[in-house]
């Protein structure tokens, strides 16, 4: 772990998480082992009517009850408008936003429409039940392929348009010598973190301070738009991370609660707290993936794509949260994934919204719909032309010649660039690693047996370390010790480890002598936190700046201190050294910082402090890439299908942690798992959501999961980064609907059979009915 000076090399290396010892040992602090003096208590009424317009809310009974101090409906918080974006105010979206506390109607099971504020969590519950509401109930609206109706007056629930594409379409398929279509579904489903959601809102009046604890994921950008919601300065709001418990998108945006405790802080002078139960998460938090797509691909006879066009009913549920139309937009973007498709391309997607819970990002937002779709369109184009699978996806994978591609598409807000890769060795490697041939004939064997057994493969490309910039500051103590002070976030990644290596080995000291701050908005001035698997490329590439800016102030002290040329110093393991003098003179980091302190005479004219700031910009996000390969057994008899091997080949570019990086992978293909075979929402006629409880909306457990064989490599280091990494959060979640589908396809002998995920038992075994 040593380099030739001596000095310690941790990225590349497998240490041990920072992160671990409080969560191991019980000494965790989640947003519901924060509480204030004189701390109240906040319940949520929700409707129970999918859709309908508020006649009366009754709150009367509810404020008489003992112990409770306020009870809030819309009229209450009047001059709080609904929900903003993330990025900011979109003129065309803005009917469709949702109201911090539903206004004039209901618009699904769920929408809040009133708040209880009371003395302990208990009675504050037993309020809300004694609220009661008269709704008008209205026709409900349950699928995006339906015909719009009106979302209100002039309004339709079509909320947007979106298109992508480039080249001539519709010349490109007059002319194809092929064309294949399909029609798609991906279900409604969602992340499930082990914490549920939390806030506790705080004023403190003696510095005019709101504070929001409980943050996670994006604190500034939170804290920019809870200043503009509630009509205060950004610098009188601040926001506070906890430990979280689970984030995978869903968690840290800002939703009607969050605005709720900060509202009821301010006007009721007393902290609040909101601590969210199961049954909300399932029917609140924000829910994803509900996708259809028709999609034709125009191909020549050797199973070259020569066109894609894809029409997308985008099911985004009641209203237009804080991504906006993130997702959607997309999914236009990133459909053709590793392909070539040098004709034409369109995408068109209705933006659509129905009565159900509102959806926005979930893990691989738009990507593990997008490779459900490319994949089994290639695996449809490979049977209906009598080819190999796997030809077909090395005839039109990009190649390594082609590197850096560029693409006349966007994924959020940038043309997509795919800055390196090798996609046809990446095949190969996963190939040759499970010995392809033989598997197949195998498997052949055993289906021959009577077992329903199949192997399945989905190829993609990934998108990490989205900009366009970041900053950290780093500063070294006198005891030596290094605070790594970040505006990202830690939602259980191992961001602290990561950022504490990176630093270490820029600097030349011990990754356990870093302590890495994040998710307060008090430490530091700007921060973008962790989302589209920004944080490894962005914020440890700007870690390593403002490193080596301290290394260099640390060096130019050491010089005049040691009295020796700085080109002959190094710093290793926290002290600086002569180079190639093991028994020389040194001097700690510490008495460095020391020298610097303001009224050190030491310092001379140099600034004071041993710290400095790093930025880092990026144009372009960087592309990651891998593939997923899955074998499974179907039981004839129920439908049950049962996962037997599951291996991911990726290429991260370059692991600052492999241990890591393969629990980021582990971790996304069991949400991956869930989402391909039981996770979905799923609803009545009249709306009503009938995956409440964990009894109906099934979780994989370790009894439905393989174990997973991850191959690792570090072929293409990124050229867009000095650290050439890329991210890794959600390429475990990618492939799996298509690796699966494709698996199923192959083991029922029905090519082109599953058209619809989650691949239930109860929806395979009508298929394999229908075969008999």
Same mark, same amino acid.
């Given at each position: 772990m040593n380099n030739a000076s001596g000095a310690t090399k941790w990225i590349g290396? +497998? =240490?041990?998480?920072?992160?671990d010892p409080p969560l191991v040992t019980g000494r965790g602090c989640f947003v519901g082992d924060i509480n204030f003096p004189r701390q109240l208590h906040m319940r949520i009424v929700r409707s129970n009517h999918a859709h309908g317009r508020i006649v009366a809310i009754d709150t009367t009974q509810a404020r008489a009850l003992p112990g409770v101090v306020a009870v809030w409906t819309a009229a209450d918080i009047a001059d709080i408008g609904p929900i903003d974006f993330r990025e900011g105010p979109i003129e065309k979206l803005a009917p469709y936003r949702q109201p911090v506390l539903a206004t004039g109607k209901v618009r699904y099971v769920g929408d809040p429409v009133a708040a209880v504020f009371a003395e302990d969590p208990y009675i504050a519950e037993d309020?809300?039940?004694? =609220?009661t509401m008269e709704i008008e109930e209205l026709p409900v609206l349950l699928s995006a392929e339906a015909a719009p109706g009106e979302f209100s007056p002039g309004k339709s629930t079509e909320a947007a348009l979106l298109t992508q594409g480039y080249g001539d379409i519709e010349a490109v398929f007059r002319s194809a010598p092929h064309i294949i279509e399909l029609k798609l579904t991906s279900g409604r489903h969602s992340g499930v973190p082990l914490e549920c959601r939390g806030a506790i809102g705080r004023y403190d009046a003696a510095r005019d301070m709101l504070e929001l604890h409980g943050a996670a994921k994006v604190p500034h950008r939170n804290k920019e738009l809870i200043a503009r919601m509630l009509n205060r300065p950004p610098s009188s709001v601040n926001c506070y991370e906890s430990h979280v418990g689970g984030g995978f998108g869903i *968690?840290?945006?800002? !939703? &009607?609660?969050?605005?709720?405790?900060?509202?009821?802080?301010?006007?009721? %002078?007393?902290p609040v707290k909101w601590i969210e139960d199961r049954r909300e998460h399932l029917?609140?938090?924000?829910? +994803?993936?509900?996708?259809?797509?028709? $999609?034709?691909?125009?191909?020549?006879? %050797?199973?070259?794509? /020569? #066109?894609?066009? %894809?029409v997308i009913h985008h099911d985004n549920g009641a209203y237009v949260r804080t991504h906006a139309t993130r997702v959607a937009m997309m999914t236009c973007g990133v459909l053709p994934g590793p392909y070539r498709v040098p004709g034409a391309y369109r995408a068109v997607c209705h933006f659509r919204l129905t009565?159900?819970? &509102?959806?926005?990002?979930?893990?691989? &937002?738009?990507?593990?719909?997008t490779t459900f779709v490319r994949e089994r369109l290639v695996d449809a184009i490979a049977h209906q032309l009598k080819l190999d699978p796997m030809a077909v996806r090395r005839r039109n994978a990009v190649t390594v010649a082609e590197m850096p591609f560029k693409r006349p /598409?966007?994924?959020?807000?940038?043309?997509?660039h795919f800055d390196s890769g090798d996609y046809h060795k990446l095949l190969d490697t996963i190939l040759n690693y499970v010995e392809w041939g033989k598997l197949n004939v195998e498997l052949a064997a055993r289906r021959a047996n009577g077992e329903m057994v199949g192997a399945g493969l989905a190829m993609f490309v990934e998108k990490a370390g989205l900009g366009p910039a970041d900053g950290v500051r780093i500063q070294v103590d006198t005891s030596g010790f290094v605070e790594v002070i970040t505006g990202g976030a830690s939602i259980g990644q191992g961001f602290e480890t990561v950022m504490a290596q990176v630093a270490a080995e820029t600097l030349g000291a011990d990754y356990k002598k870093m302590r890495v701050t994040h998710g307060n908005t008090e430490r530091i001035e700007n921060g973008i936190g962790a989302h589209a698997s *920004? #944080?490894?490329?962005?914020?440890? +590439?700007?870690? *390593? $700046?403002?490193?080596?800016?301290?290394r260099d102030k640390a060096l130019n002290m050491a010089a005049e201190l040691m009295q020796a040329p700085i080109d002959t110093l190094d710093i290793v393991d926290g002290e600086v050294v002569v180079v190639g003098r093991e028994h020389g003179p040194s001097v700690t980091l510490g008495q460095i910082a020391a020298a610097l302190q303001p009224h050190s005479k030491l310092r001379g004219e140099r600034e004071p402090g041993l710290s400095a700031e790093g930025w880092f910009y990026? %144009?372009?996000?960087? !592309?990651?890439?891998?593939?997923?390969?899955?074998?499974v057994k179907v039981d004839p008899d129920t439908g049950g299908v049962k996962v037997e091997r599951y291996v991911i080949a990726y290429d991260i570019g370059r692991a600052i942690n492999p241990t890591l990086v393969k629990g980021q992978i582990a971790g996304g293909f069991v949400q991956g798992l869930g989402g391909a075979l039981m996770e979905e929402f799923t609803y009545n006629e009249r709306g009503d959501p009938l995956a409440v409880t964990f009894a109906d909306y099934l979780l994989p457990t370790v009894r439905e999961t393989p174990d997973l064989e991850i191959v690792l490599t570090e072929d293409y280091p990124s050229p867009l980064n000095p650290l050439g990494i890329k991210g890794a959060g959600e390429s475990g979640i990618n492939g799996v609907g298509g690796a699966i589908a494709s698996a199923i396809d192959n083991a029922i002998g029905i090519p082109g059979a599953i058209t619809v995920l989650p691949v239930t038992p109860q929806r395979l075994k009508a298929i394999i009915d229908a075969k008999r």
């Open positions: 290396q +497998s =240490v041990e998480r920072l992160e309020a809300a039940d004694l =609220v *968690r840290g945006e800002i !939703y &009607p609660e969050d605005i709720l405790v900060c509202a009821a802080a301010l006007k009721l %002078d007393r029917i609140a938090a924000n829910h +994803s993936r509900n996708q259809h797509h028709h $999609v034709r691909a125009a191909c020549n006879a %050797d199973g070259e794509i /020569l #066109a894609i066009d %894809d009565n159900k819970t &509102p959806a926005a990002t979930y893990r691989a &937002p738009g990507r593990f719909e /598409l966007e994924a959020l807000g940038e043309e997509i *920004r #944080a490894t490329v962005m914020t440890a +590439s700007a870690t *390593r $700046v403002a490193a080596l800016k301290v990026a %144009d372009h996000q960087v !592309y990651p890439y891998g593939n997923h390969l899955a074998v």
